[in-house]
């Protein structure tokens, strides 16, 4: 069984999904992470030219574990679950995850991952383009100010010297760019659940997403 949330950035989808696995108790898959460790890997080989990197992509050895509450990820041995969140990486990320070869190789690692438990994941394309057939398809949204304002918090917990505007800047340009690339834009599913977030609490959308999803598990037992 999977259950996917999409939304543009900040909306509160992975700190929804994670709190979703914990409840349910089952595993979690971050998406963007992924986008992250090969924008990390491409920054950390000196920004080669993209057509030799994603010529190379198939010898990275991409791993990927939810544990402790935390998304571990693994990239050629190394643990790079801290490197992928800083700012810049977060200013390439978009860029290279618009490639369809990028897509590609996330999409494959996610798909084979999914296949023997139950997972919550979230992203972008997931209800479009990754698992049109998720059995529970949920899209997040809030407002570009309270979106900047919470990923701002939780930068500042991180010790990051990054500005709240900065941090509204990247949103935005990220939303411009993964709303119109070419390849699985961002986009609503027809049949995903829209969760605006605005103004509400946490534990509020979190009940919300919940009573929907043991609903379904009730159908389907
Ligand atoms: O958590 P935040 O909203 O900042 O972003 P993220 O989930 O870490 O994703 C980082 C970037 O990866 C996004 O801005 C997208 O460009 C890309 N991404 C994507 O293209 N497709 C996905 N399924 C997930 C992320």
């Given amino acids: 069984m999977i259950i996917v949330i999409d939304g543009p950035a900040g909306s509160g989808k992975s700190s929804t999904a994670k709190a979703i696995a914990n409840r349910l108790n089952i595993q979690f898959l971050d998406s963007g992470a992924l986008y992250r460790a090969l924008t990390y890997l491409w920054l950390a080989a000196g920004k080669p030219d993209k057509a030799e990197f994603f010529e190379n992509l198939p010898e990275t050895v991409l791993q990927a574990e939810y544990r402790d509450q ?77 979106r900047a304002k919470r990923r701002f918090k939780e930068m500042k917990q991180s010790n990051s010297s990054v500005t709240l505007e900065e941090v509204k800047e990247n949103i935005k340009a990220r939303d411009h760019t993964d709303q119109n690339r070419k390849k699985d834009p961002l986009k609503k599913a027809d049949d995903a659940i829209t969760i605006d977030t605005t103004g509400k609490t946490f534990e509020e959308q979190l009940n919300e997403m919940i009573a929907v999803i043991e609903e379904k598990l009730k159908l389907k037992s």
Avoid: C, W
Wanted: net charge negative; glycine share 4%; proline share 1%.
């Fill in 70 to 146: 935390n998304f571990f990820v693994h990239l050629n041995g190394e643990d790079i679950t801290e490197n992928i969140r800083t700012q810049l990486v977060a200013n390439h990320v978009s860029e290279i995850a618009s490639h369809s070869q990028a897509r590609d190789f996330v999409n494959n690692f996610m798909r084979n991952l999914v296949k023997n438990d139950t997972y919550v994941a979230d992203g972008r394309d997931l209800g479009t383009a990754v698992f049109p057939d998720a059995d529970l398809k949920f899209y997040m949204d809030a407002s570009i100010d309270e």
